[in-house]
């Protein structure tokens, strides 16, 4: 679906023309005067649908800035992470981008000089209020950029994100499967999909984040809410010593040995295996909340969803997710006032409501009457809501030190690949992370 498509059917488009949909009190009129010039965006929404919906915010933002042009540009994660802050400090960076939580980017920016605190204009916007404070503090961090999780605001999120199971209705009902609801159940389902010639879990762990959704999603069966809390935030003395994670990375390498997973995931890239399970390959795909609107474009009333389940029926998992990757402020920005409104209009009523057309998951809760079931997204929106209740949306791991990205992602290649034991695997984490702390 194209963005000229998508304000059609928002009615944001009349007669070919893209009007603004919602003013703030007073309108555009006391800005006009600095609205001049280019406004430069930066993100992670590279795909169609998503980026779709950006680039329609950008039109319709476009149509009530005179003289304004937004720019967008899509990256893969990895690649906007490692070009953001080199592009700030030479000065050709955007004005506004999405700048990854926690210390996978955000607090050594902050602290870098290279974000610009949204203190001032959280308060004349109310982003603040729009969002569950567990959520919230996700986009937080004192002003000295050394504590996550508390603050000053720092980035706003316009989706959320909850990493779960798409699966294939048709083949669950070839072979007379249900969604599991324990993890017993699921490596059983697992197994009787292997045994049925099919492939049972999809995933590609080529560009390696892949593994760390996995790997969070079964650490996610064995912790709670305040041992997760005090790793990434790095409080109460939680460590990455705690046996949860050997018994973790230890029935990852199992499930790995039994052949749960698909054949050849270590050469296929994360977006790729969403793109090869659209077609109908395969029977399960790990994936995140954002892959919503591409495994519907494939599957159609054949895509459902479901979270990772409990080790007992009835319990908790803290499931990997929470707020969208934030759009935070730039020190590049010409007109950070301006910026700090583009973000307003990415998080409005019009963003909310284009998220939802195109199937995919907007910042904060679904209101029942905009969930169908029976549907793909109504499976999504059902379980996103279920989690956010249950208060059990954890975080991922990566956020917990500097850098760490790249320790936890070569750990895990190497546990998957035979190289190194679940032991010696935590104990690189724990490793690192302790020495992070100095």
Known sequence: ?????????????????????????????????????????????????????????????EASHSGVTVEHRGWTPDELSATLPRSVDSKQGPAVAQVNNGESLAGPMIRGGQLVSLAEYDAQYGWSKRF????????????????????????????????????????????????????AEFETLLGALREAGQEP???????????????????????????????????????????????????????????????????????????????????ILLQGSWAAGTVADGLGENAGFFLMPPVEAGGTVMHVGG?????????????PALAAEFIDHLVSEEAFNLFIEAGSLPSGEIPAERITAGTLSGDLYTNWNAA?????????????????????TGGLQELLGGQSTPEEFVGALQTFYAASFG
Do not use: C
């Open 132 to 183: 569950a404070p567990g959520l919230l503090a996700r986009n937080m961090y004192t002003a000295d950029g050394k504590t996550f999780g508390e603050g000053e605001l720092w980035g706003v999120s316009a989706e959320s994100e909850i990493v779960g199971f798409y699966y294939n209705k048709q083949i669950f009902a070839d072979n007379s499967l249900t969604p599991p609801t324990t993890l």
């Open 388 to 408: 956010l209740e249950a208060d059990a949306v954890g975080h991922y791991l990566d956020w917990a030190a500097p850098d760490f990205y790249d320790t936890l």
């Open 201 to 283: 879990l999809v995933f590609g762990n080529l560009d390696k984040w892949q593994a760390i959704h996995l790997y969070g999603e079964m650490h996610g069966t064995l912790t709670n809410r305040e041992f997760l809390d005090n790793l990434i935030y790095r409080r109460g003395g939680a460590a990455f010593d705690d046996a949860s994670f050997v018994e973790a990375a230890t029935k990852l390498a199992a499930w790995n040995e039994a052949g749960y997973f698909m054949q050849g995931f270590e050469g296929q890239n994360g977006d790729d295996a969403t793109g090869l399970f659209a077609t109908g390959a395969g029977a």
């Open 323 to 335: 707020v969208g990757i934030p759009y935070s402020i730039t020190t590049n920005a010409a007109d």
């Open 1 to 61: 679906m194209d963005r000229r498509e998508l304000l059609k059917r928002s009615g944001i488009v009349t007669a070919g023309v893209a009007i603004g949909a919602s003013l703030p009190a007073g309108g555009y009129a006391a800005s006009a005067a600095q609205n001049a010039g280019t406004l430069a965006f930066w993100d992670t929404l590279n795909d169609e649908v998503r980026g779709g919906v950006v680039e329609a915010l950008a039109d319709s933002f």
